[in-house]
Nanobody, 119 residues
Framework: QLVESGGGSVQPGGSLRVSCSVT??????MAWLRQIPGKQLEAVAS???????KYSNSVKGRFTISQDSAKKTLFLQMNSLKPEDTAMYYC??????????????????RGRGTQVTVS
């Protein structure tokens, strides 16, 4: 089970960190996805079993995905937030090999999401 927390409202230019509690093992490939109203689900960051991270061009340099050492919590540190970052953010996981752990949205496991609003 994946449970997100830490969403909220922030002004443009501000920072926010969202977390995902991993209560059952759902795979070593993990990611943060977001859904902007009226748009398709988008993968913004992923991390594989070796800790290799990938970011979408829209968040590169501003967002950082990470895990705690026990891999029980996934984080997304979001800096320099923009109004266009407003979305529902989802934690996702699956048993993809490292070579296939990339920016994709077809993860088999996903949380219920946490809302992030930048205005």
């Amino acid at each position: 089970q994946l449970v997100e927390s830490g969403g909220g409202s922030v002004q443009p230019g501000g920072s926010l960190r969202v977390s995902c509690s991993v209560t059952t093992k759902n795979g070593a490939c993990m990611a943060w996805l977001r859904q902007i109203p009226g748009k398709q689900l988008e993968a913004v960051a992923s991390i594989d079993i070796d800790g290799i991270t990938k970011y979408s061009n829209s968040v590169k340099g501003r967002f950082t995905i990470s895990q705690d050492s026990a891999k029980k919590t996934l984080f997304l540190q979001m800096n320099s937030l923009k109004p266009e970052d407003t979305a529902m953010y989802y934690c996702a996981a699956d048993y993809f090999w490292a070579s296939r752990c990339r920016l994709r949205t077809d993860f088999g496991y996903r949380g219920r999401g946490t809302q992030v609003t930048v205005s």
